[in-house]
């Protein structure tokens, strides 16, 4: 018989083979309620990371916790609701976390280094790359990366705005085979008879019920953030990366989980990922934010879906939102079902204009003409 359980023991057994980790730590795990750092938990982390390097895995850390650090370094009681005074414990946290992490990596004769990033890094593919580089160039010499959101200047247009996600996005970036969200509960749990909970020890993706359990619709216990991480979890899956929520809260969490053993939720099933996307098809997929929607007609949607054509202003029926060129577009067909994603050549009100017409009239409506194509084949993912 094969049950859930079966199959998470046999998905375990191949994390021993990963090579490439990301290990995401959360407030809750680094920081007090006193806002103190918690030392001994800090000792733990630092100790199961320098021995997992030891067993020659590649480890980049996403941490937390500079605010929580910084608002305890610079006395502040409450969280500050001021951007500028949130941006500044950032800062100060930043270093206080990374003189925690300094200290004991030294010890273990680790050595580490900073990687601040924001979504706009991630986006923006010059930068994307040069960041992929850098923390590749970092994993070949045996440095720890500790990454995390370069809050002090990230506002809502540029911010990943969570580590969650910002780890799933490292996952992805760097193909990693692994991704382990730890966090205060053992990973998922779900209702049983007589308001008693258990564990799940996996699931193959993420769905409206998983995210239920998460979001305590039918979960009285379900704790807070777990819909975020599943929702990360969901997107480093996707490319074939194992992604386990566990507990951070006990010692030896990390080297239990690469040796197997049974905790927490473990998620994903590579063989049914598509491991071997082409990283410019990674980077158009997930690493931007759609801006406007574009519908196409039955036409377009062929020549999109089957022929490998670039998006023409004759296939498009209807647009909406306001975008600039160079902006990521949703792409749906008539039945209103999202067909793909691809980065505009022109605006929305060019776009408006021309939709609709065929390549030989728009010359004659747009002034600064360059290109009769909409969405460039090249700058297309087909998701459905
Ligand atoms: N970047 C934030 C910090 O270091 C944490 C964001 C998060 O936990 O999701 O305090």
């Avoid at 500044?88 to 930043?94: C, D």
């Avoid at 799933?168 to 053992?186: G, H, K, Q, R």
């Amino acid at each position: 018989m094969h049950n859930e359980r079966d199959t998470s023991l046999s998905l375990r057994n191949p994390l021993a083979k990963t090579k490439r980790i990301v290990i995401k730590v959360g407030t809750n795990i680094l920081v007090n309620k006193n806002g103190k750092p918690n030392k001994t938990r800090i000792d733990n982390l630092c100790q199961s990371i320098a021995n997992l390097k030891k067993q020659g895995y590649q480890v980049i850390l996403v941490s937390s916790g500079a605010i929580g650090a910084g608002l305890h370094a610079l006395k502040l009681k409450t969280r500050p609701t001021e951007l500028a005074q949130l941006q500044m414990a950032a800062a100060v946290g930043q270093t206080c976390l990374l003189e925690e992490y300094g200290q004991r990596f030294k010890k273990h004769k680790l050595p580490i280094s900073q990687v601040l990033l924001t979504h706009d890094d991630l986006r923006h593919r010059q930068r994307h790359l040069n960041a992929r580089n850098t923390l590749h160039a970092l994993l070949e010499n045996g440095i720890l990366p500790i990454v995390n959101e370069n809050d002090v200047v990230a506002v809502d247009e540029i911010k990943v705005g969570d580590n969650d996600v910002l780890s799933a996005l490292v996952t992805v970036l760097l193909d990693a085979d692994a991704l382990i969200l730890l966090t205060t509960p053992n990973g998922l749990r779900k209702p049983l008879a007589h308001g008693k909970t258990t564990r799940v020890p996996y699931l193959e993706t993420i769905t409206e019920e998983s995210l239920a359990l998460a979001t305590g619709k039918t979960n009285p216990l379900s704790t807070g953030g777990m819909a975020t991480k599943l929702l990360a979890a969901q997107t480093a899956a996707k490319i074939g990366a194992l992604v386990i929520i566990a507990s951070g809260t006990t010692s030896n969490t990390l080297e239990k989980i690469m040796s197997g053993k049974d905790i927490g939720t473990i998620i994903g099933n590579p063989l049914q990922a598509s491991r071997k996307s082409p990283s410019r098809k990674r980077w158009l997929s997930y690493f931007h934010r759609c801006q406007g929607n574009l519908w196409v007609d039955d036409g377009a949607q062929m020549a999109l879906r089957s022929q490998g054509k670039s998006l023409l202003p004759v296939g498009i029926t209807k647009i909406h939102g306001k975008f600039p060129s160079g902006a990521m577009i949703n792409i749906l067909n008539q039945h209103n079902e999202t067909i793909g994603q691809g980065l505009v050549e022109y605006s929305s009100e060019i776009i408006a204009k021309i939709k609709g017409k065929k390549s030989r009239e728009i010359k004659a409506i747009i002034e600064n003409y360059h290109n009769d194509v909409v969405i460039h084949r090249n700058n297309l993912v087909i998701t459905h």
